[in-house]
């Protein structure tokens, strides 16, 4: 498993805009932009990007995200603050997806972390002080009373299961994780 530290978007962007993320960092300070809507409109109206460039140069040059913190620090603050108790249920998870195979992506994001290989199948989130929320991607899953609806993700997963205790890492959850890594794959 490796985590993500670098953002795709940024190899491509001298190619498919002609300048580097510092070129276009430095565009946007002799403007003395730093609202992030000031920084989206000067770069789609008079720069011509497309949404998806001119929103990763806003994040970028602000530090607002994911990308611009160490992951190690993230999943850290994410289970600061009260969640501290609901840390060796991710750890738990983690040591589990990590033996179905050496292709998943592991990307720490501010509230949740995504775990793909060519796509996301997995997202783990500290809802709440005592409850880790695990979205699943299992298209054509039926639904069960531990295997609900994507509630909160929404387009992201399929699915979610609820977990407050390490225990309910069981056969049943690791057999729902597996589908899902595999048919990210």
């Known amino acids: ?3 993500k ?4 978007m ?29 920084i989206m409109k000067f770069l789609k109206t008079e720069q011509g990007l497309t949404h998806g460039f001119a929103n990763f140069i806003t994040l970028k040059y602000r530090a607002a995200d994911a990308g611009s913190h160490d992951p190690a620090e993230l999943v850290n603050a994410q289970y600061s603050k009260g969640k501290e108790a609901l840390r060796p249920i991710y750890e738990k998870l983690l040591a589990t997806i990590g033996t179905f195979g050496d292709d998943i992506e592991i990307a ?3 509230s949740a972390v995504s775990l ?26 039926e639904q069960t009373e531990r295997l609900e609806g994507s509630g ?6 399929s699915h979610r299961v609820r977990l407050t205790t390490i225990d309910e890492v ?7 994780l597996k589908e899902a890594y595999e048919k990210a794959g």
């Open 1 to 3: 498993m490796s985590i």
């Open 5 to 8: 530290k670098q953002d795709n």
């Open 10 to 38: 940024e190899e491509g962007l001298l190619e498919k805009t002609g300048k580097t993320l510092a070129d276009w960092k430095k565009a946007i300070k002799a403007k003395k932009l730093e609202k992030h809507g000031d």
């Open 108 to 110: 720490p994001k501010k």
């Open 116 to 141: 793909r290989r060519k796509k996301q199948f997995a997202l783990i989130q500290p809802s709440t002080k005592t409850r880790i929320d695990l979205g699943l991607k299992i298209k054509d899953k």
């Open 152 to 157: 909160p993700f929404g387009s992201m997963c």
């Open 170 to 176: 069981d056969s049943e959850l690791i057999s729902w």
